[in-house]
């Protein structure tokens, strides 16, 4: 997933001049080098998605059978953080409501999913992953905009909004995610 960010990152300043592409060049800066794919991801081992987003979650039977994972193209081994910086991200930029944020947070750490610890604070874990998936999608959402001449979005526009919000990265959290 780092470089993943990296390379959407590296698109921006080709795209072309755009008024927003400062505040989410700024915020990449502000990463730790890990999540930027400029020094090694923490140690990974855990099975991951590689694509996790809420939308690969389906009920089977519908409507009250047991909740699948879906599209698994990308499973490999990895650092599980990136399989939840999606939808934390999409919490952090105001997309995902607080509500449907907590319940999903709370059947991962109840399932034990291995992401984020069974308790307490998440953020720790997420935080750089989700900061960094933030870029990414801000990133993208400019040079599409550029490219196909039109202006941002409202979601687009969500995104760049929590880039410029990234001023830094506390110390503790530079480290890396912990889970």
Do not use: N
Not at 13 to 24: I, M, N, R
Not at 28 to 40: D, H, I, K, S
Not at 120 to 144: E, F, H, M, S, Y
């Amino acid at each position: 997933r780092p470089s993943k960010a990296a390379r959407a990152t590296a698109r921006l300043p080709t795209a072309g001049p755009h008024p927003s592409a400062a505040p989410v060049l700024r915020a990449w800066a502000t990463l730790p080098a890990w999540a930027r794919a400029e020094a090694p991801m923490p140690s990974a081992g855990t099975l991951c998605h590689g694509d996790l987003h809420l939308g690969q979650l389906v009920r089977h039977p519908a409507p009250s059978g047991p909740w699948l994972l879906i599209d698994v193209d990308d499973l490999g081994v990895g650092v599980p953080t990136w399989d939840l910086a999606r939808p934390a991200a999409w919490y952090a930029c105001g997309l995902l409501p607080p509500d449907e944020w907590t319940r999903f947070l709370t059947a991962y750490q109840r399932a034990g999913g291995p992401a984020v610890p069974a308790d307490g604070d998440p953020w720790p874990a997420l935080d750089g992953a989700a900061r960094a998936l933030t870029v990414q999608t801000a990133a993208l959402a400019i040079a599409k905009s550029v490219g196909e001449e039109r202006p941002l979005d409202e979601v687009q526009q969500a995104v760049i909004d929590a880039c410029d919000r990234m001023r830094a990265v506390p110390p503790e959290l530079a480290q890396g995610p912990t889970a």
